[in-house]
């Protein structure tokens, strides 16, 4: 590694001296025979926020490694990760692209000229990013060799591609950052040679070896601005292989996006939001509390204006955090911008969690942000256990789709309970189908858009007439392709009941054909359910 980057890497390593210190102790008290998680809440990191397992399990190969520990099986096995990462029946993987600038312009956003726009160094997610100095192949290869070594089944990939604003990047570095991440998931080790250069010439033949490979991508996610988003790029991300876009939607109040120079309106985030669903995307919006000009009050029906129109598929609570390298510092140094406490963000949350639809997954209450960073205001990266405390202390709960799945519980096929949960969403129909257990839990669901009349046109000739599936998603811990376990939800067979019960919704509202938005290592699951291969989509006639 260069000496710079190297020095970077030091600088910004998550494991600091006294992060180990502290892991130290937790070990001991683990090898005494203390339980693991309470051992981990009971040793709270300075500036809150807690250890996790994957950096006990490092700390504890350094020990060993040096000597000063002798290797204890057992106590390794009880502090590996759990598979939590992949209950959804899907491993992410992380990749950031190189350090480049971004069109935007808000006043909130951090610059550091070493990474790409918004990020800093020292977030847990982009480490291995400079340590790898942004290399896309070295990211995911590297990531899949440490979630084998931690056990993990590493067959159903998703490849969430981080940095700035993607689409503006070079479509010649987009295009090659993609091809790369494909060549790491695509196992080349036994091709012959012809074979070998073919499959790793150009895309498209990437993406047909991945179709077959061990490590399938299951879903490409990238991040970009509602100003970015045309007919034009949409088919480019298709080709890209793209199939869930997260984009920046921050504030629904054109005032509010006017005082942090967003440089688009409400008006903007809505019709990217349409296009996206017409062109049958997953859709992520990024939500900011407390930006500058807001205030809890303001916050609170900004956030009920998401559920008009926007709806998005998952969201990210990500609250304003005052960085020293953003333009907002100048603000908060003129005595104009004020940071929320960290009670008045948990109360936030806690009043909105509880309003959002049950056919949204709530990812993130805060960005990952280390605590150092922060000027003033929360620097607690464990918002989202605080605001669960205060929920139970309220009595109400969040019922959006992550606080429903069934995680690695086991799932009687018999008892499950059909459910179709129709909203309206802008110029779409949506069907949010699911199985619920007798307790309410998410079994699996499939995301149905029926477009209406006005719905915007896509430029593409897969989707004409075509009423949509935006999303399969079945639950239960992600097993090895082929391996067995009893009551595991992803066998069975939900994922086909619930495409046929989708089929039969659209075909009773009308619809003729059906096109899915398929990720490339899920091409084969849509084939062998009747699917044909089309332009950019699979397609079926109903
Ligand atoms: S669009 Fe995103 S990356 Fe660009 S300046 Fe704004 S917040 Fe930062």
Same mark, same amino acid.
């Given at each position: 590694?260069?000496?710079?980057r190297?020095?970077?890497?030091?600088? /910004?390593?998550?494991?600091?001296?006294?992060?180990?210190?502290?892991?130290?102790?937790?070990?001991?008290?683990?090898?005494?025979?203390?339980?693991?998680t309470?051992?981990?809440?009971?040793?709270?990191?300075?500036?809150?926020?807690y250890?996790n397992?994957?950096?006990?399990?490092?700390?504890?190969?350094?020990?060993?490694?040096?000597?000063?520990?002798?290797?204890?099986?057992?106590?390794?096995?009880?502090?590996?990760?759990?598979?939590?990462?992949?209950?959804?029946?899907?491993?992410?993987?992380?990749?950031?692209?190189?350090?480049?600038?971004?069109?935007?312009?808000?006043? !909130?956003?951090?610059?550091?000229?070493?990474?790409?726009?918004?990020?800093?160094?020292d977030?847990?997610?982009?480490?291995?990013?400079?340590?790898? =100095? !942004?290399d896309?192949?070295?990211?995911?290869?590297?990531?899949?060799t440490? &979630?084998?070594?931690?056990?993990?089944?590493?067959?159903?990939?998703?490849?969430?591609?981080?940095?700035?604003?993607?689409?503006?990047?070079?479509?010649?570095?987009?295009?090659?950052?993609?091809?790369?991440?494909?060549?790491?998931?695509?196992?080349?080790?036994?091709?012959?040679?012809?074979?070998?250069?073919?499959a790793?010439?150009?895309?498209?033949?990437?993406?047909?070896?991945?179709?077959?490979?061990h490590?399938?991508?299951?879903?490409?996610?990238?991040?970009?601005?509602?100003?970015?988003?045309?007919?034009?790029?949409? %088919?480019?991300?298709? *080709?890209?292989?793209?199939?869930?876009v997260?984009?920046?939607?921050?504030?629904?109040?054109?005032?509010?996006?006017?005082?942090?120079?967003?440089?688009?309106?409400?008006?903007?985030?809505?019709?990217?939001?349409?296009?996206?669903?017409?062109? @049958? !995307?997953? +859709?992520?919006?990024?939500?900011?509390?407390n930006?500058?000009?807001a205030?809890?009050?303001?916050?609170?029906?900004?956030?009920?204006?998401?559920w008009?129109?926007?709806?998005?598929?998952?969201?990210?609570?990500?609250?304003?955090?005052?960085?020293?390298?953003?333009?907002?510092?100048?603000?908060?140094?003129?005595?104009?911008?004020?940071?929320?406490?960290?009670?008045?963000?948990?109360?936030?949350?806690?009043?909105?969690?509880? /309003?959002?639809?049950?056919?949204?997954?709530?990812n993130?209450?805060?960005?990952?942000?280390?605590?150092?960073?922060?000027?003033?205001?929360?620097?607690? /990266?464990?918002?989202? =256990?605080?605001?669960?405390?205060?929920?139970?202390?309220?009595?109400?709960?969040?019922?959006? #789709?992550?606080?429903r799945?069934?995680? @690695?519980?086991?799932?009687?096929?018999?008892?499950?309970?059909?459910?179709? &949960?129709?909203?309206p969403?802008?110029?779409?129909?949506?069907?949010?189908?699911?199985?619920?257990?007798?307790?309410?839990?998410?079994?699996?669901?499939?995301?149905?858009?029926?477009?209406?009349?006005?719905?915007?046109?896509?430029?593409?000739?897969?989707?004409?007439?075509?009423?949509?599936?935006r999303?399969? *998603?079945?639950?239960?811990?992600?097993l090895? #392709?082929?391996?067995?376990?009893?009551?595991?939800?992803?066998?069975?067979?939900l994922? /086909?009941?619930?495409?046929?019960?989708?089929?039969?919704?659209?075909?009773?509202?009308?619809?003729? %054909?059906?096109?899915? +938005?398929?990720?490339?290592?899920?091409?084969?699951?849509?084939? %062998?359910?009747?699917?044909?291969?089309?332009?950019?989509?699979?397609?079926k006639?109903?």
């Amino acid at each position: 590694m260069h000496p710079e980057r190297r020095e970077l890497w030091r600088e /910004t390593h998550l494991l600091t001296p006294d992060k180990k210190d502290l892991a130290r102790a937790v070990l001991d008290q683990i090898r005494r025979g203390r339980d693991v998680t309470q051992t981990l809440r009971d040793y709270p990191l300075k500036d809150g926020g807690y250890l996790n397992k994957s950096m006990l399990v490092s700390i504890y190969n350094e020990l060993v490694a040096a000597g000063e520990i002798a290797a204890d099986s057992q106590l390794l096995e009880r502090i590996r990760m759990k598979p939590m990462r992949t209950l959804s029946g899907v491993t992410t993987v992380t990749v950031l692209t190189k350090p480049y600038p971004c069109p935007g312009k808000c006043i !909130f956003c951090p610059t550091d000229v070493r990474m790409p726009k918004s990020y800093l160094p020292d977030e847990p997610g982009a480490m291995r990013a400079v340590e790898h =100095q !942004f290399d896309p192949y070295a990211q995911v290869r590297s990531r899949i060799t440490q &979630l084998e070594s931690l056990g993990h089944p590493t067959d159903k990939i998703e490849l969430l591609i981080l940095g700035g604003t993607w689409s503006s990047y070079k479509r010649d570095y987009q295009e090659w950052f993609v091809k790369r991440c494909f060549d790491a998931m695509n196992d080349f080790s036994n091709l012959p040679s012809e074979e070998l250069k073919i499959a790793t010439d150009e895309l498209p033949n990437a993406h047909t070896y991945n179709e077959t490979t061990h490590h399938r991508n299951v879903g490409l996610v990238i991040e970009t601005r509602p100003d970015e988003i045309t007919t034009d790029e949409i %088919r480019w991300l298709r *080709h890209l292989g793209v199939t869930k876009v997260q984009m920046g939607a921050q504030s629904l109040d054109d005032r509010i996006l006017e005082m942090n120079k967003r440089g688009h309106d409400v008006e903007c985030t809505r019709q990217a939001t349409a296009l996206l669903r017409a062109a @049958g !995307f997953k +859709i992520v919006l990024h939500w900011m509390p407390n930006l500058h000009g807001a205030t809890p009050e303001s916050d609170r029906e900004d956030f009920a204006r998401l559920w008009n129109d926007f709806c998005p598929d998952e969201i990210k609570i990500y609250p304003n955090q005052l960085l020293a390298n953003a333009e907002l510092y100048e603000y908060w140094q003129r005595g104009e911008f004020k940071p929320y406490t960290t009670q008045e963000l948990i109360d936030l949350i806690a009043d909105i969690k509880p /309003t959002i639809p049950r056919y949204c997954r709530v990812n993130r209450v805060i960005r990952d942000i280390p605590s150092t960073n922060v000027v003033e205001g929360n620097r607690r /990266t464990s918002l989202r =256990q605080d605001v669960q405390a205060e929920l139970k202390r309220r009595g109400t709960k969040c019922q959006c #789709v992550r606080c429903r799945e069934v995680k @690695g519980k086991s799932v009687s096929a018999e008892s499950l309970q059909l459910d179709d &949960l129709v909203y309206p969403a802008g110029v779409a129909q949506e069907h949010f189908i699911s199985y619920v257990t007798p307790d309410d839990k998410l079994a699996g669901f499939v995301r149905l858009s029926l477009p209406e009349k006005d719905s915007p046109p896509t430029g593409i000739s897969d989707l004409d007439g075509a009423a949509l599936i935006r999303e399969v *998603h079945v639950y239960g811990q992600s097993l090895p #392709v082929g391996a067995e376990k009893d009551g595991a939800a992803q066998h069975a067979g939900l994922g /086909t009941h619930l495409l046929e019960e989708a089929e039969r919704v659209a075909r009773e509202n009308g619809f003729r %054909r059906m096109a899915v +938005i398929s990720a490339v290592g899920t091409r084969g699951y849509y084939l %062998r359910r009747g699917f044909e291969r089309g332009e950019l989509y699979l397609t079926k006639n109903l």
